[in-house]
Nanobody
Framework: QVQLVESGGGLVQPGGSLRLSCAVS????????MAWYRQAPGNERELVAN???????NYADSMKERFMISRDNARNTVYLQMNSLKPEDTAVYYC??????????WGKGTQVTVSS
């Protein structure tokens, strides 16, 4: 059973920073694509950023100046460094992973709240 274990969410003041982590508990095949999505109340889930095994990254336009995605292939872990956080960044952040065999997995989500 593959599990995605997310951590690093919490309450932060506007302008603050958080670093999210997502570790893949088991892997049977190579990990291809790792990504972070987020979903705010009343909104659809949206892509924040993704990163390929080779390290090629892609960001949502509204976040590319403040967020940075990275991954540690040896640890099967993806990170999201979030800086200059705004109240509108408040959401549940989900980790998403695809393997080279085509299997896809979602994490359970971690809450990020930006408020003074």
């Amino acid at each position: 059973q593959v599990q995605l274990v997310e951590s690093g969410g919490g309450l932060v003041q506007p302008g603050g920073s958080l670093r999210l982590s997502c570790a893949v508990s088991r892997r049977f095949f190579g990990i291809n694509y790792m990504a972070w999505y987020r979903q705010a109340p009343g909104n659809e889930r949206e892509l924040v950023a993704n990163i390929t095994q080779a390290g090629r990254v892609n960001y949502a336009d509204s976040m590319k100046e403040r967020f940075m995605i990275s991954r540690d292939n040896a640890r099967n872990t993806v990170y999201l460094q979030m800086n200059s956080l705004k109240p509108e960044d408040t959401a549940v952040y989900y980790c998403f992973v695809t393997f080279f065999n085509g299997m896809e997995y979602w994490g359970k989500g971690t809450q990020v709240t930006v408020s003074s």
